[in-house]
Structure formats: C-alpha cells, structure tokens
C-alpha cells in the first residue's frame, strides 16, 4: 500500500523567512503533484514532477523530486502572507494503478507579518 | 470552458438515505475520480475511472458505488448515507497519468 507523508503538518512562519515542506512515500514512483488549497475551497495545482531530479519553480514556490529517496521537498523563499494555504503533495501508483493518486495529510502554512 | 462541476454544492441527508453527487467534465479528459475530505485530513479515494465503462475503487469504496457511461460524466452514489459519510466530496479529472488534476468545487454532505 502507498502511503504518503507530509511534515510538518502545521507550519507557521514570518514573512520574508524560508522554510521547506517535506513529503515522503513509500514505494516507487516518479509522478508527484503539489496542490493547493484556500480554506473552503477546492484544490488547484501547483507542480508536476515527473522524472527523479525534477525541479520547478513559479514564484517564491519550488518543488523538487528525488526518485531514489522517495522524497520530494517544497521550497518557499520569503515567505509572503498570500501563501497562507493548505499544501498537499499526491502521488501517482505505477503500473496498472496509474490511474490513483494517493495525497498526504496536507501542510497547513500560516505566514504572520 | 466550465473545468469540472459539481452537484450540488450542499446536500443534508438523514441516515439511510441515498442519493447521487454529479460530476461533470468538458475537458474530454480520460481519468476521473472522487475524493472525500475530512477535517484536518487529506484527500481519501472512494473510486476512479481511466476511461468510459471502467471503474475501480479506491481506498475507501464501502458505501459507495460509481458508473462511467460517457467520459463526461462520473456520479457518485451513496447508497444508505451514514453519519460517517458526512464529508466535503471532490471529484477530479486529468487528461492520463503523469498530469495534474483539475478538481471541481467540491459537495458539502452531512448527514443526520
């Protein structure tokens, strides 16, 4: 069974620090997503990490991938308060399970002034 | 271009009820699934399709069935709602595996 594990689960910085979220899972697997969700909303997504060594950036977000340790990492640089979001990482079964997505717990990020 | 709509957007069901979630996409997009979000948690999958005529289930299917006649369209029947079923249901779509998901606004369920 797939299991994927976010932490920290609640993370609460300062504007303009850096900080990094981390997700884990335990079997192979070269798909990953990040999502994003606003309190009462839906999710939309962020990244789509799709081979080991994997790295993109949009703002001050950047997600990366790495295969071998089953670990894929969000990044934020200088934190702003309109990042205040639930963030989820997601990843793809492979094999003829491609097409379940499995999500972890979500980072609940607060950036205070 | 409407993404992916869900109905309705609040439902209150007594206990043993049952009723259909709908969900629709304009995206002509092969894979479709439902979610349950409950608070504090992530996402849990009730069951998934890859394409029309083919369904699968997720990690949480009791109590849950699914149909995909067209590719368009993957309601979510909840056969005799319990008070366990009381959740925030997303459906999802995607072109294949390997691309992001586009999720629908989401169904707020409680039931009585």
């Known amino acids: 069974e797939l299991k994927v594990e976010q932490n920290p689960l609640f993370l609460s910085m300062q504007e303009g620090k850096n900080y990094t979220i981390y997700c884990n899972y335990s079997?192979?697997?070269?798909?990953l997503y990040w999502y994003r969700q606003d309190p009462g909303k839906s999710l939309e997504s962020l990244f789509v990490?799709?081979?080991?060594?994997a790295v993109k950036q949009e703002g001050r977000l950047m997600a990366s991938l790495d295969t071998k340790a089953r670990l894929s990492t969000l990044h934020i640089t200088a934190a702003v308060h309109d990042l205040s979001a639930t963030y989820f990482c997601?990843?793809?079964?492979?094999?003829?399970?491609?097409?379940?997505?499995?999500f972890g717990d979500g980072t609940t990020l607060t950036v205070k002034p | 271009n409407a993404g992916v709509t869900q109905t309705p957007k609040f439902q209150v069901l007594k206990t043993g009820q049952s009723m259909t979630l709908q969900c629709a996409q304009d995206?002509?997009?092969?894979?479709m699934s439902w979610y349950r979000q409950d608070p504090g948690m992530g996402l849990r999958l009730i069951h998934y399709?890859?394409?029309?005529?083919?369904?699968d289930q997720g990690e949480v299917p009791n109590g849950y069935n699914v149909s995909r006649s067209t590719t368009e369209d993957f309601p979510l029947r909840l056969l005799s709602a319990a008070p366990s079923q009381t959740s925030v249901y997303f459906c999802?779509?995607?072109?294949?595996?390997?691309?992001?998901?586009?999720f629908g606004q989401g169904t707020r369920l409680t039931v009585v």
């Open positions: 995206m002509n997009h092969e894979y």
């Open positions: 990490l799709l081979s080991n060594g």
């Open positions: 997601a990843v793809d079964r492979s094999g003829t399970n491609a097409g379940k997505s499995t």
């Open positions: 079997t192979t697997s070269d798909r």
């Open positions: 999802a779509s995607r072109p294949g595996g390997g691309t992001e998901a586009f």
């Open positions: 399709s890859v394409g029309a005529g083919i369904t």
